[in-house]
């Protein structure tokens, strides 16, 4: 009896700290820690792999389209993508295993609560014919609405070198429009076209005495001609072909109390840079794509050119300064 009241009077303290530990930080929220967060993601990636499964075998491609994003699904060419990638496996699906765990993470948090998450998986799938594929699933969880869910996914054919994909993989909803930028910023550095280089960085930079002559730099650290594929679309990603480049934009909104974005700020990374002088390069720049109070900030503030993997040349030059959101 003794004992048992010593360790009701244990526990009982041990509920009172905890309860006041909670009251002191505000109030935690134990669903949004990681422990939560990755098992509800957990679960989804299971149900998600058992309805693409289930997709592939009936080759329904508005099966598989619904368990996409909406930027995913908004992709002019999606329902194609989809149905070339039913085609692609050599014969009917006999056997399937969906990876014992979440393969890939990447979040972030604040004070506890996670802010971002997303996560990839596996799907190891064995046609009647003997082949073995690897379906591979990359899903945003707590994101923007727009790219939230199914991002893409690829099938790949262990030991041998092809594959093929369907969806896209977003970093943020304005990966369309930081590719184009990419793509002409990089064109403009090769061409030594130095206004419009220019007129893509906000009047704030631009109108600086020492931003001709950055710009001057960055042109002449520069060789050769791009070798790049230009896209109309400015998703430069999962390239076919070994001299096209990546472009992924991280973003972060400030929006007004409706709602309404009233700040977009944008860091920017293109990756590699080939060109026909046997040159990579490495390209990075950030920007406000949107900036109601104060229009003047509304364009590249910086850039920045380097090596890509520190090759011999070991260029690295830039132009501006870094102006972001907090600024």
């Not at 993989?169 to 061409?191: F, H, R, V």
Request: aromatic share 12%; with cysteine.
């Amino acid at each position: 009896m003794k004992r048992l009241k010593v360790r009701h009077i244990f526990l009982s303290v041990l509920a009172a700290l905890i309860c006041g530990i909670a009251a002191f930080s505000g109030c935690i929220d134990l669903s949004s820690s990681i422990m939560a967060v990755r098992s509800r993601a957990d679960k989804l990636r299971k149900e998600m792999s058992e309805r693409i499964i289930a997709g592939f075998k009936e080759s329904d491609v508005s099966a598989v389209k619904e368990q996409f994003c909406t930027k995913s699904q908004e992709l002019p060419d999606i329902d194609e993508q989809i149905a070339y990638s039913f085609t692609f496996m050599d014969g009917n699906i006999e056997s399937y295993k969906i990876s014992d765990s979440i393969g890939y993470e990447g979040y972030g948090s604040e004070y506890g609560k996670v802010d971002d998450y997303e996560f990839g998986s596996d799907i190891f799938i064995t046609t009647d014919t003997g082949k073995q594929y690897d379906v591979y699933l990359k899903i945003k969880y707590i994101t923007d609405e727009s790219i939230k869910g199914l991002s893409f996914y690829t099938i790949s054919e262990p030991g041998y070198n092809n594959y093929c994909h369907a969806g896209f993989n977003w970093d943020s909803p304005y990966d369309a429009e930081c590719g184009k930028t990419s793509a002409e910023l990089i064109k403009a550095i090769a061409d030594g076209d130095a206004e419009t280089i220019k007129s893509l960085m906000c009047p704030t930079v631009s109108e600086k005495a020492e931003t001709d002559g950055q710009i001057q730099a960055v042109i002449e650290a520069f060789e050769g001609k791009p070798l790049f594929t230009e896209r109309d679309d400015g998703l430069y990603d999962f390239a076919y072909n070994e001299n096209d480049f990546s472009s992924h934009a991280t973003c972060k909104t400030i929006t007004d109390g409706d709602g309404t974005p009233v700040e977009i700020w944008a860091k920017v990374y293109a990756r590699p840079i080939c060109t026909d002088a046997g040159e990579k390069y490495e390209l990075e720049f950030v920007a406000f794509l949107q900036n109601d109070a104060d229009p003047q900030l509304k364009g590249i503030s910086f850039i920045s050119l380097s090596d890509y993997y520190a090759t011999s040349n070991n260029t690295n030059v830039s132009v501006g300064e870094w102006i972001s959101f907090s600024d």
